[in-house]
């Protein structure tokens, strides 16, 4: 039996509405609970003076490339650049080579993440088989495996009868929908968003209509459905009012926000630089007002990076054939102090409950607290450590981020999974 103190930090839990300076006790894989135990002897003492301490942080979109695709990234490198971000737990995509469309697919995920021993990963299941869009996917045979959600992202299923088979399957296993919300017909060939600077710049186009679209859809979907409904990387200003009357009617749907997305405008891709480059594409500077009200609100429930690793050849190629996405997992936590904290948008509880309990509460899983018996994943964060984010340090295989260069503060101090220390205290002389 090991027991491990943490003590003097300012421990934020929403799960609990708890804000307060103390101490926080874990037992093996379990946390005790928070507050003196004279009763208890510590193995091992931190001192988190000055520090955050925080349920580990979630993240339910993130592309880990394997199988099929381990030139951009594998579940160890993903799961090392999560703890490097102060993430303990990660909801990987299913669009994979092959597919994770099967039983077996998901329990690799399960068996290659516990090889790696880094963070925890929970795998999302695809709607349809291949993410064809033609035929649902085993979703019985994947719940089994492990599967916690089920999505084609990366594409939309554009099939209104097959999403609403599959809003009314997953109802029996209680598992949520996550669509990626785009109308294809009006994005074919889509460089970037569509309006003033990409007509400045001379690119084809892609209309927030292409979003809303689809949200509305999906929206009227699960409510004849009852199912479960989570919008992801809600990017258009017309999608956060969507899911905010959604909501009002007691339609069951969740929405996510990518950190790019309340940072970056379309105005970016002015220097033609494909790190800028994304599906959604950047909005505009309204669009970014929006998600941050969505936020503010609790229209928005999670906080996500669409984490999408491109090794670096793929992204050199010119703007247009370029892949869309960026990695994310490593500079989660200075954007959001930078964008939400700094400028008073959001407090400190209010970003740590997107990125903690409501994520888990989406995708049910039993993390994001600090609740006595719930597993010992824990992130403590310096939240004045200032520092310029480097792309060449990231422990992701790939190096695709639109960050690179800037001077930013908050970082990940120490990061416990299952109670294991896997990122030590910095300034020990040792990091992960």
Request: glycine fraction near 10%; aromatic fraction near 4%.
């Amino acid at each position: 039996m090991t027991i491990l103190r943490i003590t003097n930090g300012r421990i934020i839990d929403p799960s609990q509405n708890l804000d307060e300076v103390g101490e926080l006790w874990l037992q093996d894989s379990r946390l005790l609970g928070i507050g003196p135990r004279p009763d208890l002897r510590a193995d091992r003492t931190i001192d988190a003076t000055g520090k955050i301490v925080s349920p580990g942080l979630i993240d339910i979109h993130v592309h880990l490339r394997e199988p099929g695709r381990e030139e951009d990234e594998t579940i160890a490198t993903g799961t090392a650049a999560a703890l490097a971000g102060g993430v303990t737990s990660v909801a990987c995509m299913p669009n994979t080579e092959p597919a994770l469309d099967s039983q077996a697919a998901a329990e690799f995920v399960y068996l290659q993440a516990e090889r790696a021993g880094n963070a925890n990963v929970f795998p999302i299941g695809a709607i349809t088989k291949g993410r064809e869009g033609k035929e649902l996917a085993e979703i019985g045979g994947l719940v089994k495996g492990g599967a916690v959600a089920f999505t084609d992202d990366g594409t939309p299923v554009m099939s209104a009868e097959i999403m609403r088979r599959a809003l009314e399957y997953c109802q029996m296993f209680d598992k949520p929908v996550m669509d990626h919300c785009e109308d294809l017909e009006l994005t074919r060939g889509g460089v970037m968003h569509e309006g003033f600077e990409s007509m400045r710049l001379g690119l084809r186009g892609m209309p927030a209509a292409a979003e809303e679209v689809m949200v509305h859809r999906d929206i009227a979907l699960a409510e004849i459905t009852g199912g479960r409904l989570h919008i992801l990387h809600v990017s258009t200003a017309g999608s956060v009012d969507l899911i905010r009357r959604a909501k009002e009617r007691g339609v069951k749907v969740t929405g996510e926000v990518c950190t790019h997305h309340f940072t970056l405008t379309d105005a970016c891709l002015r220097t033609f630089d494909s790190n800028f480059k994304m599906s959604p594409p950047l909005r505009t500077q309204a669009d970014v007002e929006a998600m941050i009200e969505g936020l503010k609100d609790g229209t928005l429930d999670a906080i996500v990076t669409d984490h999408a690793p491109h090794a670096p050849e793929k992204k050199m190629r010119e703007l247009d054939q370029a892949p869309n996405g960026i990695v994310g997992l490593e500079t989660l936590l200075p954007i959001c102090v930078v964008s939400l904290i700094e400028p008073g948008h959001l407090t400190w509880p209010q970003v740590i409950e997107r990125r903690t309990i409501k994520p888990a509460q989406i995708i049910g899983i039993d993390r994001g607290t600090l609740k006595p018996g719930a597993p010992a994943d824990v992130t403590i964060i310096d939240p004045q450590a200032e520092w310029t984010i480097d792309c060449q340090k990231f422990r992701s295989k790939s190096r695709n981020s639109p960050f690179g260069g800037w001077k930013v503060r908050g970082r990940a101090w120490c990061v416990i999974v299952n109670g294991a220390v896997k990122v030590e205290p910095e300034g020990n002389g040792y990091r992960v």
